[in-house]
């Protein structure tokens, strides 16, 4: 391994930029070469490379964002454009990459990887902490604290107008965010994609809630709940049920995505960008680096990207004792 190629692909995620410093700084560390590669697979396609060394990488470890920019590239889901992609990079001389990203990043750094043999290894980037093999993905712990400042804030307002408010979050397909960040911010109710609470129970729990005199309430919403309406039909259903409830809506949106990273964020950061280069520096490929209990680890790509990350059940008991 002489030169390590280095980008950020799919959606973006807080501590990104402070995986692209670890990687880079850890490359000077051992004398290798490290490019980053702009757009994710579209710049590989384009050749859009920029050689990064230690002082390159200057204050962004606080920054939210990748400064590699990246993208979703149709053209390397072809084999014409992924052979473009290798005779980009074999021009400039790169011979392994580290893909930061989810887990369709991870497929594209497979499939290269089975057609040119070039070494990768994926760094878990995405604040939905979708990805099997890692308790936590960059940006997760980040989205987690900004949402619960958000809830924090709508709870004011919510509480001086004896409101009930729907807060939906973000997870298409997991409801790590609003399991965690519904328990942190004292929510009602949490739905989510993994288990439907059902549409009477929801009106159930929220008389109860009424009677023990509550005066306003929260309710947590992952975008891929299953309770079989948007949030916007779900406050209409409510209010038409429950005439004594005033809903609002609030749907969060993107500034879940943004921000500076966390602590937790930067430090994983730093020690997955180690451990990529330094297991590439070992002759191995096809792995996902992450973190289990307190320790960095190693995931097969292929078992990160098939497998599923599970919420933990134990949260869902918590939050309804914590909600009585
Ligand atoms: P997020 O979790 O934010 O969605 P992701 O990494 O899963 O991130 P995707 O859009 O699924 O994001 O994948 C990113 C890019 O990876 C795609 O735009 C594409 O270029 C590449 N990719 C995904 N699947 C494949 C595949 N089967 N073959 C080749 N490339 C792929």
Known sequence: IKKIGVLTSGGDAPGMNAAIRSVVRTCAYHNIGCVGIYRGYQGMIEGDFKEMGPRSVNNIVNKGGTILKSARSREFMTPEGRKKAFDNIKKAEIDSLVVIGGDGSFTGAEVFNSEFDIPVIGIPGTIDNDIFGTSFTLGYDTALNTVI???????????????????????????????????????????????????????????????????????????????????????????????????????????QRGGAPSCFDRVLASRLGVRAVETLLEGKSNFMVGILGDKITLTPLEQAIKGHSEIDRELLRVSEIMSI
Not at 171 to 198: F, K, V, Y
Not at 217 to 223: D, G, L, R, T
């Open 149 to 255: 400042d958000v809830i924090d804030k709508i709870r004011d307002t919510a509480s001086s107008h004896n409101r009930l408010f729907f807060v939906e979050v973000m997870g298409r397909d997991a409801g790590h965010i609003a399991l965690n960040a519904g328990i942190g911010a004292g929510a009602e109710e949490i739905l989510i994609p993994e288990s439907d609470l059902g549409l009477e129970r929801l009106l159930d729990s929220l008389k109860k809630s009424k009677l023990s005199g509550k005066s306003s309430s929260i309710v947590v919403i992952a975008e891929g709940d299953k309770i079989g309406k948007n949030v916007f039909e779900l406050k209409d259903y409510v209010e038409s049920n429950l005439p004594e409830y005033d809903v609002r809506v609030s749907v969060l949106g993107h500034m």
